[in-house]
Each structure stands twice: as structure tokens, then as C-alpha cells.
């Protein structure tokens, strides 16, 4: 990070206020642009394409923005090769291509940071019996690590002694599910997964079979949306009600992010809205001409992050469709900015962590 990490680090995850937030941004933005158009060649002539002059301040509303998908195209990144600590990549379903997003030590950790500080927020200072409502197996096979494999280890820093509720075949393991809860019977359990899956072999087989689960004291986080399912999509409303109604866990919270950005989750609030972070913000653009969008008007996400040091992922404009529902005034007290997904831009390749699995 180039902008003081002591500032952003010493303010809780939802806690500055619009114009304090603004002007830390504007410095972050200005100098991460600066610093990867002098290390990263191809973004310095993107940068020189749009006519962008070394120097010129970047706020969040001005700031050059690179289309999420170039990623898929060209490796961009800002430090040598032999600084790479990590790669990640994007999920895709059978054929599509994948964002590789270079991370060195420094990006990797704060990244985590910020991460945990959001999640810190939701489950509290102290680890949780972890149940993974996934297979094991999404670990072992690389075709699927990319997306749900990372995505359970990464959230698995906020667990211990995790169970996973799905077998080799994508079959509830009930059995060892039951095992599990009666070992922590009474005390709170932190569950992830995506959210299609969680739907149909889940949900859906435990209404099959007329079976509940208790899980009072649960909470569930999960994301990945459902893409080019939609055909089984339920809302949100729907989702939570009739997973309360088999498991008994009365918190589920969404949240929005991507492997361009890990770290600056968006994570649902009691309200059922989104909130940007210390370290994330957005943006709504039109898509005729790339302008602001007001509030309650639909538009282009585009996501902004101080993180993003070891690649140019800090102002990145996706393929996801959204609306600002307001900033700093959510009934749940959170400062910062509140929105709704609203799907993906029509023609857009179809991706989601929950997607890459067909079966």
C-alpha cells in the first residue's frame, strides 16, 4: 500500500465518514496510478491512450478505470517476477479464459487484513466452528480451486475444525453434519458457501427429503451469485426464509466481490444492502457514456481499492449491473456507501464462484 497504512488500519471497517474518505482515496488513487504507470509498461500506455498526464490528481469519480476483462487478456502487474508471492485466479465456467492477478507479500497481506477486519465485524474477534457447505473435494481438484477452493480457504482463516457438508458426489453428508452440530450444540458456527450451491444441495435436498437441520446460532455467508442460472433464482427474501426454515439460522449475509479486488469484500448488512468498506468504494456509470449515475439509477459497477499494489486492479470498471441506494445514512449505522446487484451487463461473459460447478 502507498497511502499510509497507519490511517486506513487504525479506522474500524465502516467508520469514515463521506469527505474524510474521499480525501483518502484521492491520495491513495493518485499515487497507486503514478506508481504502476512507472511499473507496469502496458497500463503506463493504457494510461497514455486516454490521455491521462503524469501528475494529474485522481478522486474516485475521475481516476482512469482498466475494463475488469483485460485481466483475462494480459498479465498486468507492477513488480518483478521474482517478487510473486501468489496467484489468483478468476472462476469461469468449461472454456472461458481467467484473470491471473499477481499478488507480492505486501498485497497479499493487506489484503487478508482487510478482510478480516470486515468479517471481524460480522462473526466477532474469536474463530468459529467452521461448517463448508461444499466437498472437500473442490479442494483437491485444480480444475475447481481457482474459484471455490480459494474461496473456502480463504474464508477458513475465520474457522476451526471445519466439517464439510457435501461428499464426493455433491451429497449431503447428514450423518456427519448431525455429528458435527451436536459437538458444538449451543454455541454459534460460522458457515460459508456459494450461493447456487448451497441452493440446490442444500436447501432443496433437505426439503426433499422432509429433513431439518438446527442451527440456531449460525451465521451464513454466502456469495457468487447465480449467473446463468437464473432460471433457479430465487430473491433474496425467498433465499433467507427457506433457509431458516431448514436449518433454523436466522443471519445469512451476501456479499459481493472479486478476485481483481480480493480483499475489498462488500458484505451485507442487517438491512440486506451492500456497504463499501474503509478499503473499497464504487461507483454507478451509465453505460451510453460512462457518467455518474445518481442514486437509484441503474448503471455499470465500478469498484475502486487502495489495496491493489503488486498489479494496477485499484479503479476497475466490471460487467456487473448495480444501484447506489445511498451513502453514509443505512438504517444498520454503517458509514459509507450502500447498493444493490442487479445482474450483468446483457452479451457479458457469465462467471461466479457458485457457477464453475455444473453438475
Not at 447428514?174 to 450451491?197: C, D, H, N, S, W
Not at 435436498?205 to 431439518?212: P, V
Not at 459481493?256 to 458484505?267: F, K, N, P, R, V
Request: charged share 20%; net charge neutral.
Amino acid at each position: 500500500m502507498i497511502v499510509n497504512p497507519n490511517t486506513l488500519w487504525s479506522c474500524g471497517p465502516y467508520s469514515l465518514p463521506r469527505e474524510e474518505k474521499r480525501a483518502l482515496f484521492t491520495q491513495a488513487l493518485t499515487e497507486l496510478t503514478e506508481h504502476h504507470r512507472q511499473a507496469c509498461p502496458a497500463y503506463g500506455r493504457f494510461l497514455q491512450a486516454v490521455g491521462w498526464q503524469p501528475g494529474t490528481p485522481c478522486t474516485p469519480e475521475t481516476v482512469p478505470m482498466l475494463p475488469v476483462s483485460i485481466f483475462k487478456e494480459l498479465e498486468l502487474r507492477s513488480i518483478p517476477e521474482e517478487e510473486i508471492f501468489k496467484t489468483v485466479t478468476s472462476s469461469g465456467t468449461t472454456g472461458q479464459k481467467v484473470s491471473r492477478i499477481c499478488l507480492d507479500a505486501q498485497t497479499a497481506a493487506d489484503q487478508q487484513k482487510a478482510l478480516a477486519s470486515i468479517m471481524a465485524d460480522l462473526l466477532g474477534p474469536d474463530r468459529l466452528p467452521y461448517l463448508v457447505l461444499d466437498s472437500k473435494r473442490a479442494l483437491r481438484d485444480r480444475a475447481m480451486f481457482s474459484a471455490r477452493g480459494a474461496g473456502i480457504l480463504g474464508f477458513s482463516v475465520f474457522g476451526s475444525r471445519a466439517c464439510y457438508a457435501l461428499n464426493d458426489e455433491m451429497e449431503l453428508d447428514l450423518p456427519g453434519v448431525q455429528a458435527f452440530l451436536e459437538r458444538y450444540e449451543g454455541k454459534p458456527i460460522f458457515l460459508f458457501g456459494f450461493t447456487f450451491m448451497i441452493w440446490k444441495h442444500v436447501v432443496r435436498a433437505l426439503e426433499g427429503r422432509g429433513q431439518h437441520l438446527s442451527i440456531p446460532r449460525g451465521i451464513l455467508v454466502h456469495g457468487g451469485g447465480w449467473k446463468k442460472l437464473t432460471q433457479e433464482a430465487v430473491s433474496p427474501e425467498e433465499f433467507k426464509a427457506r433457509i431458516h426454515a431448514v436449518t433454523g439460522i436466522s443471519v445469512v449475509r451476501n456479499y459481493y466481490g472479486m478476485a481483481e479486488q480480493t480483499g475489498g469484500i462488500c458484505l451485507e448488512c442487517p438491512c440486506g444492502h451492500l456497504h463499501t468498506s474503509t478499503w473499497s468504494d464504487i461507483l454507478v456509470r451509465r453505460e451510453s457514456d460512462y457518467g455518474l449515475c445518481a442514486p437509484g439509477e441503474p448503471g455499470v459497477l465500478q469498484v475502486l481499492s487502495p489495496l491493489p499494489h503488486s498489479y494496477p486492479g485499484h479503479s476497475l470498471l466490471t460487467e456487473d449491473l448495480g444501484v447506489l441506494l445511498g451513502e453514509d445514512d443505512c438504517p444498520c449505522g454503517r458509514q459509507g456507501k450502500y447498493f444493490r446487484v442487479l445482474g450483468r451487463i446483457p452479451r457479458a461473459e457469465v462467471r461466479g464462484c457458485s457457477d464453475t460447478y455444473e453438475g
